[in-house]
């Protein structure tokens, strides 16, 4: 027997590993009057997608006045939000809202969203369906940069937060929502609004960010499924130098800077970090067990008798290998600039994306030890950062997310933690928050996996009033709880 594990990887930022049963269903708030129609729903984010705010790492002025300009709009666009919660600005682009709450006792909740997008490649553009920038309205999509990651997600969130101060929202736990300006490049604008909810001493109850989301027809079972993301890799990025005798190129040395260089990179890759199903991948399968039929079902609801054969499955498939331990991933090299001459030096960047399990540390550790046996090498990291932990599958503030996610999923749709092999603005908030979420509640398809930072990105109109009612759910329902 050979199960389609594989089927599980669709895209990096929607890989499982962890599910629990889902949890009893919060009462969900159905739209009401003041809610927005979908048409203009997707009026208002085709507007918002033609604001290029595209963020550069090493220019972070760059796109300021489209920043400032996409600012004021949403000022204009939803004034009871930025009347009644006074949004700081933080690093000058990062936006901190604030609606107090009448217990201080409470810990508050805080959403993040971000508002920059990633550029679109040069040379693509006659690529897209309609021009990505344009926010065109066309066969029942929002077409741009950004619908998807993730302008969707924050312009329907700001509409839920002013629906519900039209009605006279006055929550009992203070709500902060957080839009990033820089996630793409780094993520500085998140640290800082962490710090400043540190520096007032509170912590966060939970944090929601953007992550997993629906997915239509899920692959292992062919129907819809719901991914929170219950965690995320954190990530690593190191040098690898290679130092031999320069020279002539007529007469090398036995050991060349670059040959050496490619031993040490063998060396790497040959040594692999562990891979297991444990915690919480065993949950995930028993969770999506239901849904499959005869023995592939069977199987997947017994993980730890069938460890062994699942493991295996999964170490076929380079999506689902990276979910269930470190990757390696060699991705620059460099070494040499004339036919002839020998280079004294030749380098190469590694990036590894680190399961909860490994650390920096650990991983930089077994990497040097993988190229001990080689003189002249060196390793030296140039950028990283820990996993966050995973966030738990229980208690009141998993309910409210996943109970939220299950009441807008069709009727017994499975709600299932994922991992993600990206990284978040939540990360930040590891040190000022014990629960972590991961969720966009969109409606996508698989094939529209792709379209995240890749050409004619897109979101359904259909899905927005959905959304809308998805964030004041969980934002009733955790500003309300005592």
């Known amino acids: 027997m050979k199960l389609n594990i594989a089927a599980i990887a669709g895209a990096g930022l929607l890989l499982l590993t962890a599910c629990a049963q889902p949890p009893a269903t919060p009462e969900a708030i159905e739209p009401n009057p003041s809610t927005r129609s979908a048409e203009a729903l997707a009026l208002t984010l085709g507007e918002a997608i033609r604001f290029e705010t595209i963020s550069e790492m090493d220019n972070p002025d760059a796109s300021r006045a489209e920043f400032d300009a996409f600012r004021d709009w949403l000022a204009a666009s939803f004034p009871l939000v930025h009347e009644r919660m006074s949004p700081e600005d933080i690093l000058h682009g990062s936006l901190w809202y604030t609606l107090e709450g009448t217990n201080p006792a409470l810990d508050p909740i805080v959403i993040l969203a971000h508002q920059d997008v990633v550029p679109v490649e040069p040379g693509t553009e006659d690529q897209w369906e309609h021009p990505p920038f344009s926010g065109t309205i066309a066969d029942g999509y929002v077409w741009g940069r950004g619908t998807l ?113 490619s031993r040490a990179i063998n060396a790497i890759v040959d040594n692999p970090f562990e891979h297991a199903i444990d915690h919480p991948v065993p949950d995930m399968m028993r969770a999506l067990a239901p849904e499959m039929d005869g023995m592939v079902g069977f199987v997947m609801a017994r993980p730890v008798l069938f460890g062994s054969a699942l493991r295996g499955q999964m170490m076929e498939g380079d999506a689902t290998r990276a979910t269930i331990g470190t990757s390696i991933a060699p991705t620059i090299i460099s070494g040499g600039t004339v036919a002839n001459v020998l280079p004294q030096e030749a380098r190469a960047v590694i990036n590894l994306r680190l399961h909860p399990r490994d650390s920096v540390e650990s991983v930089l550790a077994h990497m040097r030890r993988s190229v001990s046996h080689l003189d002249g090498v060196t390793i030296e990291p140039v950028s990283g950062f820990d996993a966050p932990p995973i966030s738990p599958t229980s208690g009141r503030a998993w309910e409210i997310i996943a109970g939220a996610a299950v009441s807008h999923l069709p009727e017994n749709a499975p709600v299932v933690p994922n991992l993600l092999t990206a990284a978040t603005d939540s990360r930040a908030f590891k040190d000022v928050a014990d629960h972590i979420y991961r969720y966009a509640p969109m409606r996508m398809e698989m094939n529209d996996l792709s379209r995240i930072h890749g050409d004619n990105e897109r979101i359904r109109i259909d899905a927005l009033p959905g959304m809308v009612s998805y964030f004041r759910t969980v934002i009733s329902e955790a500003g309300m709880e005592g």
């Not at 302008?151 to 509409?159: C, P, Q």
């Not at 640290?191 to 109850?205: D, F, P, Q, T």
């Open 149 to 261: 990651d993730m302008k969707g997600f924050l312009v329907m969130l700001i509409a839920a937060m002013e629906t519900l101060l039209e009605e006279g929202f006055t929550p009992e736990r203070t709500i902060h929502i957080g839009l990033g300006h820089d996630e793409e490049v780094g993520g500085t604008g998140a640290v800082a609004m962490a710090e400043r909810l540190a520096s007032e001493g509170r912590r966060a109850w939970f944090v929601l960010d953007e992550g997993g989301t629906s997915i239509e027809s899920f692959p292992m079972t062919g129907g819809p499924v719901g991914l929170i993301g219950v965690g995320e890799k954190g990530s690593l990025s190191v040098e690898v130098t290679a130092r031999a005798r320069g020279g002539h190129s007529s007469a090398p040395p036995p050991e060349t800077a670059i040959g050496l260089l």
